[in-house]
């Protein structure tokens, strides 16, 4: 190895790039080849010009402190991280597997709850799942579709094998930097480009578009789609944005709808235009004033009875939130069973309910060993992470876990994979993990690849934006053949089943 | 198109134009100003409070600052973040009204306010503005017109690009009537005749202040009076910034967003901007120097705010708000 890579350390890791120290695995060979060749500082200084044109484009993130907020860029790394045709494609089947079980899943719970009667998940850890919504209990979504939109983050554990650490199912954000990243790429490795046959992902915006209109309300044929932010202030405001622009659609804020007759309605020039599908980008909780948060301001008072009335479609549907809760997690693979009759096809990371009193104990007892999650956080936060943890951490912890066991669960900590970033002098492997987006439509397509975070502090395993992260264009092979084959590829089928979570 | 969005549009050229209009004023009088024979600070001080009064600023400016210097007076109009008129207030305003609005105008236009703003934000500007104050002033001119010519080449001439028109002309006509106005805020200096070589100086300056000059020659032959001046910025019916032209292309702009035909009105907003318009179409110069310039120009801006709160109640404001 030389130049940039020259001391790259693989560790004790699944790194994507290495099999071995010094030994590239064969997808990686030309990306290696490359950063080798590259003369000192020329990284640096693409760098700098990845950079410029994000800030120059407004692809940033408000950071507010004072009076004055401060606008970031998610940093980006350009080395890319590359997943080839076989292994995505085992991926791809298990994340349609998952979604399509969540999708019943909700169905069910909100209709005969037949998951609960046959005492598959224990009745009380849905009812009491903090974003159950039984005001739509016996409500039919159009066309059976809850998540329409759905971010899964995976990790690859030591072995690299793909395993799912979450589900978002509620508002997942990050796709428009899966566009972004890979416009950025291609300017800066223009060459790469032509080397690799990677899967296209600007088909999202299209096929988003074809989703919602597909579950507009009466089969209307030519529904009028409009996205809903909280505005401008919003972390997210620039993907909301991107969205509504790469869709053609209006992007609104709860101020330009008003309802009326229980439809909805945007406020134009023109008068009012009635709306039929919202990709909304608000949470259940501050949607709709007369219904959830009283206080909420972005919301807008009435839609959720318009919504009840089948006058207006929400994407994703009201009440998902449930699928998102980390002790429903835990169960995902016996929903799976239940309503498919398959085996997942992509493993759980092993979890430990507190709510079951042996487990709890297992936990409070191992709390230093243990990542502990709060069961409706989101984003990185109300997390412990033992062995990084203060003693008072972990005090204040157990003391929560006792108050309330229904609202944690833990993980054993898990060496996520890493993958060469581009760090200060060179390039050292940092934690990645892989957020795709799939959608819910008239089939289920998804992003080839998605997100990959990247958690850019040294040794750390927090990827989210607002703890230190950043992301990397993640390139989908279409085809292996170029790519000499070697002995090092992850064989899919060599994969081994899941840890069972039952054990 | 959304009520909201229609006000972002309207509002994110106002501040576009006011942006573009300050810069130019703060150039030419500061070049002006070097021309003085008596360089004495009463004379240059009068000839500030005269500028800061057409742009409404002299309030403030009083309680921000002790006395009235050039240097005080730039900085005031071009970067003092507490004032709601400065260039970098302008800017940062139309570029968060573009923010709100990015899925209806271009990457393009976002992207040119954008590298505006971080110009401004970043130090380059003030950079820039430290090495020649009259060069920062015509860069920053024409980054703005740049935007301009950009928001015509790649916008929909939709309703978003009309909304654009009625903010960039409703600013100009109130900007040209302002700028027109500050000759009669300037006294002569003592000693001075109307029509003498100071006198020509001054209109020579109101006619570059809305980049006047060259044009007014071509329709002229040669003279600067007062008079013709004033008739050039206010009645010309082929100069971009004279107050009849915006007035104008703000009908037209009105009548193409509601589709109904000009010459007949279907809302306030065109009623109030037809009547102004058909006054300026059948007035002279002679009317309006006998009315008073300052007393004519006052209503005009009077009207005009009238005519952008008409739109704004017409085309932006809900009953439930």
Redesign the interface.
């Given at each position: 190895m030389n130049g940039l890579l020259k001391d790259y350390e693989v560790g004790d890791f699944f790194d994507e790039m290495f099999s071995a120290p010094g030994v590239v695995r064969p997808h990686y060979e030309l990306v290696a080849r490359r950063l080798g060749e590259m003369a000192d500082g020329e990284l640096a200084r693409k760098c700098v010009l990845a950079e410029k044109s994000y800030?120059?484009?407004?692809i940033t993130f408000t950071v507010y402190s004072g009076d004055e907020g401060t606008e970031r860029i998610f940093p980006f790394d350009l080395i890319p991280r590359i997943i080839p045709a076989k292994e995505w494609e085992h991926v791809e089947r298990g994340l349609v597997q998952r979604l399509t079980a969540l999708n019943l899943f909700l169905h069910d719970i909100y209709h005969e709850q037949r998951i609960l009667k046959e005492k598959i998940i224990p009745e009380e850890i849905v009812l009491s799942a903090k974003h159950f919504r039984p005001e739509l209990i016996g409500f039919d979504v159009p066309k059976n579709i809850y998540i329409h939109i759905c971010g899964t983050d995976l990790i690859r554990d030591r072995q690299g094998v793909y395993t799912v650490l979450e589900d978002n199912g509620r508002c997942p954000s990050g796709v428009s930097y899966v566009l972004e990243n890979r416009q950025a790429m291609k300017r800066v490795f223009p060459k790469l480009f032509h080397k690799y046959p990677v899967r296209p992902v600007d088909r999202y915006a299209q096929d988003l578009l074809a989703a919602l209109r597909y579950v507009a309300p009466h089969d209307n044929p030519d529904p009028t789609v409009v996205v809903l932010s909280p505005?401008?202030y919003n972390s997210a405001?620039f993907e909301h944005?991107?969205l509504?622009?790469s869709m053609g659609?209006?992007?609104?804020?709860g101020?330009?709808l008003?309802v009326q007759d229980a439809r909805v309605f945007?406020?134009?020039?023109r008068g009012l235009k009635q709306v039929d599908v919202i990709y909304r980008r608000i949470d259940d909780d501050f949607i709709d004033p007369t219904v959830f948060r009283k206080d909420s301001v972005l919301g807008v008072p009435g839609l959720i009875e318009a919504y009840r009335k089948g006058n207006v479609n929400l994407a994703n549907a009201v009440g998902t939130g449930v699928a998102d809760d980390k002790v429903t997690y835990y169960y995902v693979p016996r929903m799976i069973k239940f309503y498919l009759g398959e085996e997942p096809l992509l493993p759980n990371v092993e979890t430990f309910l507190t709510s079951d009193e042996a487990e709890r104990k297992y936990v409070l007892e191992n709390l230093e060993n243990l990542v502990v999650k709060a069961a409706n956080e989101s984003g990185g936060y109300g997390m412990l992470i033992g062995p990084h943890a203060s003693r008072e951490e972990i005090e204040k912890f157990r003391a929560a876990i006792i108050d309330d066991p229904r609202g944690y669960v833990a993980q054993p900590v898990i060496s996520l994979s890493r993958s060469p970033s581009f760090c200060e002098g060179g390039a050292e492997g940092r934690h990645i993990d892989l957020r795709p987006y799939i959608l819910s439509g008239e089939k289920t397509s998804i992003i080839p690849g998605g997100l990959t975070r990247v958690a850019l502090r040294k040794g750390s395993l927090v990827v989210n934006s607002s703890q230190g992260g950043g992301s990397k264009d993640t390139w989908v092979l279409d085809d292996d053949e170029p790519v000499p084959e070697s002995g090092q590829m992850t064989n899919p089928s060599a994969l081994r089943p899941p840890p069972s979570a039952l054990s | 198109?959304?009520?909201?969005?229609?006000d972002s549009c309207f509002w994110l050229s106002r501040y576009i134009e006011r942006a573009e209009s300050n810069a130019r004023i703060l150039d030419v009088n500061m070049q002006l100003i070097l021309d003085f024979e008596d360089q004495a600070p009463p004379l240059v001080q009068r000839h500030w409070r005269a500028v800061l009064a057409t742009l409404e600023d002299q309030e403030l400016y009083n309680e921000l600052s002790q006395e009235i210097t050039p240097d005080a007076v730039l900085e005031f109009v071009t970067f003092e973040k507490k004032n709601p008129h400065a260039i970098v207030t302008s800017i940062a305003n139309a570029r968060?009204n573009a923010?709100?609005v990015?899925?209806q105008i271009s990457?393009e236009m976002?992207?040119q306010i954008?590298?505006t703003h971080?110009y401004l934000r970043d130090g380059r500007g003030r950079a820039d503005f430290n090495d020649s104050p009259i060069d920062f002033y015509r860069r920053l001119v024409d980054q703005l017109h740049a935007f301009q010519g950009t928001t015509d080449a790649t916008m929909l001439h939709g309703?978003g690009w009309d909304?654009i028109q009625l903010g960039k002309y409703l600013e100009r006509a109130d900007s040209t009537s302002r700028v027109l106005d500050i000759k009669y805020h300037i006294l002569l200096p003592s000693g001075e005749q109307v029509g003498g070589n100071a006198d020509i100086t001054q209109w020579m300056a109101v006619l570059r202040s809305c980049s006047g000059m060259e044009a007014y020659l071509k329709t002229s032959v040669g003279q600067v009076t007062g008079w013709q001046v004033a008739e050039f910025l206010v009645l010309h019916d082929e100069f971009p910034r004279s107050i009849r032209f915006c007035v104008d292309q703000l009908d037209s702009a009105l009548h193409r967003?509601s589709d109904c035909d000009r010459g007949h009105f279907s809302n306030e907003a065109e009623r109030l901007c037809g009547t102004l318009r058909s006054s300026l179409d059948y007035t002279t110069i002679g009317a309006v120097f006998q009315t008073g310039l300052h007393q004519f120009l006052d209503q005009t801006q009077l009207r005009l705010i009238q005519i952008a709160d008409a739109i704004t109640q017409t085309?932006?404001q809900?009953k439930?708000?």
């Open positions: 800030l120059n484009q407004g505005g401008i405001y944005s991107f509504a622009r659609i209006e992007i609104v804020t101020n330009d008003l945007m406020k134009t020039t | 198109m959304l009520s909201r969005v229609a968060e923010r709100t990015r899925e990457s976002w992207e954008n590298r971080l309703d909304f967003i085309y932006c809900w439930d708000e």
